[in-house]
Nanobody, 122 residues
Framework: QVQLDESGGGLVQAGGSLRLSCAASERTFSRYAMGWFRQAPGKEREFVAGINYNGRRVYYADSVKGRFTIAISNAANMLYLQMNSLKPEGTAVYYC???????????????WGQGTQVTVSS
């Protein structure tokens, strides 16, 4: 099974940017759809962004559209999340996830990383 390792979290002021990275233990292109989720304190985990198995379709939560960009580097087995114009409500643990479904819904992810903390100060 694929193993996922996130990095790039940290403390940033509102309006700032961060780029999260997720290193996969094996090739993901054409094998897994990939996604980013987040969980704020006291809240359920929520979908942030996803990319289907061949990289041709991307999806975003309404709350991040126009500010976040998901991207994949197939050669490097890496997934990224570029986050711009960050807001305090974006404070959460961010998780990288993989799905064996080619075009999964938010509840169809099978493998998860440990998460990376993002804190946005006001």
């Amino acid at each position: 099974q694929v193993q996922l390792d996130e990095s790039g979290g940290g403390l940033v002021q509102a309006g700032g940017s961060l780029r999260l990275s997720c290193a996969a233990s094996e090739r993901t292109f054409s094998r897994y759809a990939m996604g980013w989720f987040r969980q704020a304190p006291g809240k359920e985990r929520e979908f942030v962004a996803g990319i289907n198995y061949n990289g041709r379709r991307v999806y975003y939560a309404d709350s991040v559209k126009g500010r976040f960009t998901i991207a994949i580097s197939n050669a490097a087995n890496m997934l990224y999340l570029q986050m711009n114009s960050l807001k305090p409500e974006g404070t959460a643990v961010y998780y990288c996830a993989a799905s064996i479904a080619s075009d999964p819904g938010p509840r169809e992810y099978d493998y998860w990383g440990q998460g990376t903390q993002v804190t946005v100060s006001s």
